[in-house]
Every structure is written in structure tokens, then in C-alpha cells.
């Protein structure tokens, strides 16, 4: 969602006010450090509208230079992106809005959309990732509920797909994913409830510890269990200094086997984005990414995510995506920033 508020505008969101559009960044007095951009995307189909949304990154084990990542364009459909982001694919599939993906073994590379064609009724739509073919191909729409399809983000257990599907209201629901039919069913094991609009979303395998942003509160932390407890934590206000409204896309940078690494979020009120630790979720420092010789800034970001390893030279230690909501003269786009540029203006090892 593009919704800014500039800092005279702050005290109307307890009436339920808000700007829609480019606006003025707020200021925090928190600084963020600076990187830029080494590649970007395509622009989307959709010009003039806000339509670029979530991006989801396949990092190719083999031939890290044949990655791919999957753009959302919430008015038309899904974007595959090679890593010069020339755009390769576009599958019409109406309005998707969040989208990931996750390699489950012999059942192949599953990505997952928060489809909201219907409004009122909340449905997955679920593809697999031919990455040769560089395609994706439909594999059917597993409906999860009433209410509007928003946030969407995906955990493996064992072999075994869970989605987590957040509802614009703020409702969470987790759902079990059968794949192996000929249509893939689902099924809900749990619920779980923030009190207001909710979108990006992070879940981490190896913890199975879930990451939500409520726009408007902050960053949450769920046991993402399908037995465990509902009741999140708040683990990051929205103070208007480290992170300011609207809290947007949510990603994890993992390292090691335990809880290591570090969780960003969208602090999109300033175009930037926070980092926190994992390990005890303490504040690590914020940066944005600015405008370079020949790429330019992104700001209003929705969507971002990570992915780590090697993907060539141009991006070492890993790969950050983060959807641009302003791109002129051109629709919104992705761009790509490299982990090793990030962790090096953060001072982190």
C-alpha cells in the first residue's frame, strides 16, 4: 500500500485520515545510511497507478547468474525478472497482491500470490516455477476465507507448504497446503488477529517463528507453530524514528542453523528500511537506498525481500529486492541491492 503521511499530518491519524500519493518523506531523527542500487527491473505494465507490489527472489544453486525473481503487478499479474531485470514472463492472473516461494523438493519451486480478485473472499493463487522454461504455471486457487486478501508469505514444515495469509483487517490465517493432487487443496489450522491494516510478512523455517507488519503499529513476532500460542509481540514500535508508518514489506536475512541473522522491514513513511536482530530483536540500524549514476532511488516501497548466497559478482553475499512506488518517467519497478554494500553502510560483519 502507498500511504505517507508528513510529519503536520501525523496527528490525523487518530482520526483515521491519511494522504494518498507521492508526499514528503517524514524526518526522524534517527539517520540511515546510504547504498545504491547495482540493477533494477523492467518498469510493470500498469503506468500511472500504484501496481508494483512484492517481490520474491529463486536463487539458482547451480548457476547463481540464471536467478529469477517474481514481481507482483497488483493490477494485472506476475513479472519474472532475470538478474540484468530484463522481464522474461507475465502470467495474467488479476489482482495479486504479496507473492513468495519456496523450493519444496520434488514438488518443485511453489509460489504462492494473496489473491484479492474477490474482495470479500480471500484465496491463494499457487503456480510452479519452471526455471528452465522461465514460466510459471498455474496450479489452481485454494480459497482461505472471508475478507480481503493482503499479506501472504510461506514456511516449510518438513514436507509439508504452510501459508500465512494476511487479511487487510489485520486477520492472520495459517494454512496447511496439500500439493500432491491433481489441484492443490488447503487447509486452516489456525488464526490469529492484529487489531488494524496489516500486510508484510516473513516466516522463518528454521525457528518457525512468524514476522508481521501492522501498518500503523509495528512489527510483530507470532510463534508460527500450527500448535503453538496466537498472541504476538510487539518487537518493534512504530515511533516515527527507527521505523515510521506505514510499516510495509517484511524480510528475513538468515545466517547459521539457529536464530542468527536479521529481519528488515519497509519504514515506509521515510523511504528507508530497519534492520533488527533476530537472535534478541535488538534495533541494528536503518539505510535507504539512494540515487546513484544511473539507477535511481527507491522510495514508497512496498515489497522487499532477501535471499543469501552467492549470486555472482555483481551481488555479493546475497541479493535485497525492494519494489520502487515512484519511478519516473517510467512505472514502478524492482530494484536489486547487494547484502555486502547493506551490511558494509551499516558497519555490521
Known amino acids: 500500500m502507498m500511504k505517507h503521511l508528513t510529519l503536520a499530518l501525523l496527528p490525523l491519524l487518530a482520526a483515521g485520515c491519511a494522504t494518498t500519493g507521492r508526499q514528503v518523506p517524514v524526518v526522524p531523527t534517527t539517520p540511515a545510511a546510504s547504498v545504491q542500487a547495482r540493477g533494477q527491473t523492467d518498469a510493470v505494465g500498469t503506468a500511472n497507478a500504484d501496481a508494483a507490489d512484492d517481490p520474491a527472489i529463486w536463487r539458482n544453486p547451480a548457476n547463481p547468474a540464471a536467478s529469477l525473481i517474481v ?7 506476475l513479472h519474472i525478472y532475470d ?13 495479486v497482491n504479496n ?4 523450493d519444496m523438493g520434488p514438488l518443485g519451486i511453489i509460489v504462492a500470490a494473496s489473491d484479492r480478485n474477490d474482495r ?13 522454461a522461465v514460466k510459471l504455471i498455474p496450479l489452481g486457487v ?18 509439508t507448504l504452510h501459508a500465512f495469509n494476511v487479511i487487510k483487517d489485520g486477520t492472520i490465517r495459517q494454512v496447511a497446503l496439500d500439493l500432491t493432487g491433481a489441484t492443490p487443496t488447503g487447509t486452516i489450522v489456525r488464526t490469529m488477529k492484529l487489531g488494524t491494516q496489516s500486510e ?8 518457525q517463528r512468524l514476522y508481521v507488519g501492522e501498518e500503523n503499529v509495528g512489527l510483530w513476532r507470532f510463534d508460527a507453530r500450527a500448535d503453538g500460542p496466537v498472541a504476538g509481540t510487539l518487537i518493534a514500535p512504530a515511533d516515527g524514528q527507527k521505523l515510521v508508518i506505514d510499516v510495509e514489506g517484511v524480510t528475513l536475512a538468515p545466517e547459521g542453523t539457529g536464530n542468527g541473522g536479521y529481519v528488515i522491514v519497509s519504514s515506509q513513511g521515510d523511504h528507508a528500511y530497519t534492520v533488527y536482530r533476530l537472535s534478541d530483536e535488538s534495533y541494528v540500524g536503518r539505510f ?10 527507491t522510495e514508497e516501497t512496498d515489497g522487499i525481500d532477501f535471499a543469501p548466497g552467492d549470486f555472482g559478482p555483481t551481488y555479493p ?26 551490511k558494509a553502510a551499516l558497519g555490521i560483519e
Open 142 to 159: 485454494v480459497p482461505v476465507g472471508a475478507g480481503e486478501a493482503y499479506g501472504l508469505c510461506l514456511m516449510a514444515v518438513g514436507n
Open 120 to 132: 470479500k473472499n480471500a484465496k491463494l493463487a499457487l503456480f510452479r516455477l519452471d526455471t528452465a
Open 317 to 342: 553475499g546475497g541479493l535485497f529486492v525492494a519494489q520502487d512506488g515512484y519511478n519516473p518517467p517510467y512505472a514502478q519497478n524492482f530494484k536489486y541491492a547487494a547484502w555486502a554494500d547493506i
Open 71 to 77: 514481481g507482483t503487478d497488483k493490477k494485472a499479474g
Open 99 to 102: 507473492v513468495d516461494l519456496k
Open 83 to 95: 538478474l540484468t531485470g530484463k522481464d522474461r514472463f507475465f502470467i495474467d492472473a488479476g489482482q
Open 288 to 297: 535507504r537506498i539512494a540515487a546513484g549514476s544511473t539507477i535511481g532511488a
Open 200 to 207: 508484510g510478512c516473513a516466516a522463518d523455517d528454521r525457528t
